[in-house]
């Protein structure tokens, strides 16, 4: 079977654009988090890893850490690149194998939505675990693996009760599944693949790799629904339903 393309580098400019958005969730929900939860110290070494534009690690850098960021898309290496970070490398790179990356020399690593993405996600976990120094975190953010499943998950309305559910319609199954990485262009679409694996997938993968899970959170959307009869209830169920999924792993 012909593998089909994961890169995000054919719509580089507007994936830029759409996470810098001021209503984007990388800017409201994402990046206040980890913020919070990477906790930088001036001099740490960081990797970010599948790093896009850089926009995770600009805050490193601004934070005072060494940041490494490896990205497979040169379209997206030569828009970080151009931020011109201080104290910052990005380089292209398959981060199934992190070449350019020594043994134990990574404080930090982590990884914002990208695992979900990308075909081997074994070889990430261990080569990261590779890099990292005894104690090593490795942050990771994924689409909810439980909640955001492409084509096996949908919203619903039961008019009788008044309120917004989550259907899931598969979720042990692992799948890829080609995604518009454009959606609503009228231009010619430009597809990617998406991976859906379950939680305990991500658990095993992790352990396996030499890890142990050290902490989990769920993060809700920001965005309120439009104001209406059916405010309360669509509001009720976007704090019920988180959209994104925070996983920490520290080399054990």
Known sequence: MTKK?????????????????????????????????????????????????????????????????????????????????????????????????????????????????????????????????????????LNHPTFRIPKQSSWGWDEATKTEYRRIDGYLTESQIEIDMNPGSHTKKEMTVSFHRSLQYYFKVATNAGFCVSRLEEWISHREPPAGKTFAARNKARKEFPLFLFLEFTKS
């Open 5 to 141: 393309n994961t890169s995000w580098g054919n719509v580089a400019d507007w994936y830029d654009d759409t996470i810098k958005d001021d209503n984007s969730f990388q800017t409201h929900v994402i990046a206040p988090n980890m913020q919070r939860l990477l906790n930088i110290t001036k001099g740490q070494s960081v990797l970010d890893v599948a790093c896009g534009s850089g926009f995770f690690s600009k805050y490193c850098s601004e934070a005072g850490a060494h940041v490494t960021g490896i990205d497979i898309a040169p379209e997206l290496i030569t828009i970080a690149k151009n931020l011109k970070l201080p104290n910052t490398t990005f380089s292209v790179g398959n981060v199934e194998t992190l070449p350019t990356v020594a043994d134990k020399s990574i404080d930090t690593a982590f990884c914002i939505l990208a695992l979900q993405n990308i075909r081997n996600v074994s070889s990430v976990f261990k080569e990261v675990n590779r890099t990292l120094k005894p104690g090593g975190r490795f942050l990771v953010v």
